[in-house]
């Protein structure tokens, strides 16, 4: 076990954005800061270990692991820093486990800070996973706050899956891309929360092959464009088996912001029932009236009802 | 406490010759005191709900001054009459994704009220509160369960003068019975405020103290309950009441 390294102020904050994390967190966890493991825990049942590459991490999680957590928080406080970073999850059959992962970068100097995660989930048999993930960025300065992460999942039967994806504020450029398979029996539940202000830009792409018999995966995306910021959501899912996929995208622009939404599906059996949804458009003026006669000026009313869009 | 003085609103209208000035209402004055119950009525189309929104600011009228406790406060917009004390329930309640009904009540009442009081209100309109409390404000809850939470809505914000847009719109006939407890709970607990709400429900039309009866933009009748409420049964507006409970 790593002892835990000094954390300044600004990191401790990047954590808390990120990771809802005040001190050490209970059950496992490895924290990564400016492109170094500040602090590390393991449990009788988690094991985290460095690739000996260093490009990364393994976290084995032992079949049968009941209500147990991973933290993997990243933080970057260093102007220039860029690193891609290898996660791997190998999740045991049976197991019962919250995995919560995200990256905050506070960037005051004037040269871009990138951090690109790759994370892979191998989720065992019967296994259940909550996974959490927070982008966040903060600091004035002219560097862009760069985050491009890569998420895997491979679902073995009869698996859970549930994907909490946030990104609501200053990370300048994201290309988020998800891809997963699904064997029989599996599930996978993704809900996206992306924000996007000033001269943002993100592309959010989903790719969901649903190749067993009974697999489902619900991807619902909701998202809000302001300012003269872009985004691109492309959800695909494919049928490949007696199987039900769903996505939903549903969008607010604002000011200039501009915003693709590109559902699609692709069925290579009778036995799949695939259904997307996609809407695009500003906040209705009635839902701004409404809330202004309880006595919100007019930007109380839009904050208010683009705060509870994204919860 | 509300004084409308010679309200009038026009809407421009696409005709076939072009652009022409429609006339919603003309010339309304009249004045709403202190602790009384107003009911609105008349034919559909005769104004009632422009000028409701009127009231609450949400239209701007072409002409005339509306004062309240003796303020102008006919250039105040939408905010400021519900930081005033005008409080106003739609007659089609607003949808919201992600918002909760104690984010809406809480968002009312203008402060961070317990979940407890915020329950209190929606049972007041007889909603079961356990039930709807952190239900989502959208499209899952049907019609009369949305006119309930707007209700509770402008109980929460207790102001001096709550307007209701036809609150008896889109409520099946069981609920109406139980939305009727609820205005006459308001109107025997009226203390320092008023109550206006537009009806054609002659269940509310018999809580009033006072009925005005709006036609064609104008006001066809201004009185007492016991004036104007025998003038109405039998009549247009009154058969007109019928065909719009017969339709629910």
């Known amino acids: 076990m790593l002892q835990i390294k000094e954390i300044d102020e600004i990191q401790k904050r990047l954590l808390m954005e990120v990771a809802d994390l ?22 009788a049942n988690i094991d985290i270990i460095s690739k000996e590459d260093g490009s990364g991490i393994d976290i084995r999680i032992k079949p049968g692991t009941k209500k ?11 102007s220039g820093l860029k690193e891609v970073v ?36 191998y989720v065992g048999k019967n296994a ?54 699904l064997k029989a029996g599996a599930r996978l ?14 592309y959010s792409i989903y790719n969901v092959s649903l190749d067993g018999d009974g697999s489902s995966a619900d991807v619902v995306s909701r998202s809000v464009a302001r300012d003269k910021s872009y985004q691109k959501l492309d959800m695909c899912i494919l049928g490949n088996a007696a199987c039900s996929g769903h996505t939903e995208c549903d969008s607010i622009i604002m000011d200039e912001g501009r915003i693709l939404a590109v559902p699609s599906l ?40 683009i705060n509870g869009f994204l919860k | 406490m509300l004084e409308l003085q010679n309200i009038s609103f026009d809407v421009a209208e696409e005709t076939a010759l072009g652009s022409e000035q429609k006339e919603i209402l003309n010339d309304i004055s009249l004045t709403i005191e202190d602790n009384t119950f107003v009911v609105i009525t008349g034919p559909n189309g005769g104004g009632k709900s422009t000028l409701a929104k009127i009231i609450a600011g949400i239209e701007k009228p072409t002409a005339g001054r509306i004062l309240f406790d003796g303020k102008d406060i006919t250039s105040l917009n939408v905010t400021d009459r519900a930081k005033a004390g005008i ?27 317990s979940t407890a009081d915020a329950c209190q209100y929606l049972a ?35 102001t001096r003068l709550s307007v209701f847009d036809e609150p008896e719109a889109g409520i099946d006939l069981w609920s109406f019975q139980n939305l009727i407890s609820v205005f006459e709970k308001m109107r025997a607990r009226i203390h320092d405020s008023s109550i206006m709400i537009i009806s054609h429900q002659e269940r509310i039309l018999e809580i009033a103290d006072k009925i005005i009866v709006l036609n064609d933009g104008r006001i066809a009748a201004n009185g007492t309950k016991e004036e104007i409420l025998p003038t109405l049964i039998g009549t247009a507006s009154a058969v007109e009441a019928c065909k719009v409970l017969t339709d629910k």
Do not use: W
């Not at chain 1, 760069?146 to 895997?152: F, K, S």
């Not at chain 1, 009778?270 to 003026?285: D, Q, S």
């Not at chain 2, 739609?90 to 809406?104: C, S």
């Open chain 1, 266 to 305: 692709e069925a290579n059996s009778t036995e799949a029932a695939l259904v997307h949804e996609a809407a695009i458009g500003k906040i209705a003026g009635e839902q701004i009236i409404k809330l202004m006669t309880l006595g919100l000026t007019e930007a109380e009313a839009e904050e208010q009802i």
């Open chain 1, 22 to 43: 005040h001190e050490v967190p209970e059950g496992a966890y490895n924290i990564r800061a400016n492109g170094e493991a500040a602090a590390r825990n393991t449990t």
């Open chain 1, 68 to 78: 147990e957590s991973v933290h993997i928080p990243v933080v970057l406080s260093k």
């Open chain 2, 124 to 158: 007041e309109v007889g909603l079961c509160a356990k039930d709807y409390i952190n239900r989502e404000v959208n499209a899952s809850l049907s019609g009369g369960e949305l006119k309930r939470i707007e209700i509770a809505t402008v109980l929460a914000r207790s």
């Open chain 1, 189 to 202: 539940v993704v809900h996206e929360r992306l924000m996007t202000h000033g001269t943002q830009d993100a």
């Open chain 1, 128 to 181: 259940k996973v909550k996974y959490v993930e927070k982008h966040y960025g903060s600091g004035n300065g002219t560097g862009k706050r760069l985050l491009n992460p890569g998420t895997e999942v491979h679902m073995d039967e009869n698996s859970t899956m549930e994907m909490e994806m946030v990104q609501i504020k200053g990370v300048d450029s994201t290309k988020r891309e998800t891809k997963c398979d």
């Open chain 2, 87 to 113: 409080s106003f329930a739609f007659q089609q309640p607003v949808r919201f994704k992600g918002i909760q009904v104690l984010d809406l009540i809480r968002l009312a009442a203008g402060r961070r009220l």
């Open chain 1, 86 to 121: 290898y996660n791997d999850f190998y999740i045991g059959e049976d197991s019962d486990v919250i995995i919560v992962a995200g990256c905050g970068i506070d960037n005051c100097g004037s040269q871009d800070s990138q951090h690109d995660g790759i994370h892979r989930f």
